[in-house]
């Protein structure tokens, strides 16, 4: 089946398509709007990479959004707990790395809420955010999303530092190039970096004093969207886009006061409704 031209699912996949055709759900996020700021995500974690990332993020005095894969949390669960208590802004990013459009309600429903429960079981916090493996999201993903409570987030800028071993490092450096062209523009960028291995990071830690001289702030994106409140755990408080920029960039409670079983606070019925939800991208793979 041949996908409309029209895009009636705002599929972002197939045209980059970040506002919803459904009026109930919100705009993705793609971009910070602060002039000369550096949305500083990086995907795929936790690894055996990630302790090597997060004493870079510590030296710089730098916070990031993670998005970490389910089934990786339970594998370094010392690494995810090390990320929140750190301060990080943790969300999911699936619990296999599929494409998620490619996926039956239920599956979609699995990947989503098994990662937050993972991360929700090893950390104590539960995420408000989410990144699709490979930004693949339409209306009917996100209505899955949206009913666990999951803010979408993708990204103006890909780095693809992953392909370092088959393009090569000037391919990477050029990546890189172009984003530091925009930096004196109106508006700032979210980039998409990797804690996959000691190569990805290594790509970032490489290149940051470059990156470093063009931005003025690297900001993990819950902070360039104003939201000091990034678990569902309410007296966990994180500064606002001026005061992490004043450099108050801890949140106001230590985070091994969270650290205890508990279930996830999501709504059953909205799920319930979700998953009837569907889309004509899913019909077109």
């Not at 429903?109 to 990144?131: D, P, S, W």
């Amino acid at each position: 089946m041949e996908y409309p031209a029209t895009d009636p699912d705002c599929w972002w996949s197939r045209g980059g398509c970040v506002t919803p055709k459904q009026s109930y759900l919100s705009p993705d996020h793609h971009h910070c709007t602060q002039k000369g700021t550096w949305g500083l995500t990086f995907d795929d974690g936790p690894t055996c990479a990630s302790a090597t990332l997060y004493g870079i993020l510590e030296k710089e005095k730098l916070k990031a959004s993670l998005y970490f894969i389910g089934g990786n949390v339970l594998q370094f669960p010392g690494q995810a707990q090390a990320a929140v208590e750190a301060g990080h802004e943790i969300c999911g990013h699936t619990w296999s790395h599929q494409m998620t459009t490619t996926l039956s309600n239920e599956e979609v429903f699995a990947e989503m809420y098994y990662t937050t429960k993972a991360i929700k079981a090893i950390t104590g916090i539960q995420t408000k955010c989410f990144r699709p493996s490979y930004g693949d999201v339409d209306d009917r993903v996100r209505t899955i999303g949206h009913a666990l409570g999951l803010r979408i987030d993708l990204w103006s800028d890909d780095t693809f530092d992953w392909e370092l071993t088959i393009k090569g490092k000037k391919v990477i450096d050029a990546n890189y190039a172009a984003i530091f062209a925009k930096a004196s523009a109106a508006e700032g960028v979210t980039v998409l970096t990797h804690e996959t291995s000691n190569v990805t990071v290594g790509q970032f830690q490489n290149r940051f004093p470059l990156a470093k001289k063009a931005f003025n702030v690297f900001a993990p994106v819950g902070t360039c969207l104003g939201i000091q409140q990034y678990y569902v755990q309410d007296n966990l408080t994180f500064p606002t886009y001026e005061q992490y920029v004043s450099g108050s960039i801890e949140p106001s409670t230590q985070w091994r006061s969270f650290l205890s079983e508990g279930t996830l606070d999501i709504p059953l019925q909205a799920v319930s409704d979700a998953a009837e939800t569907k889309s004509s991208a899913s019909e077109t793979w």
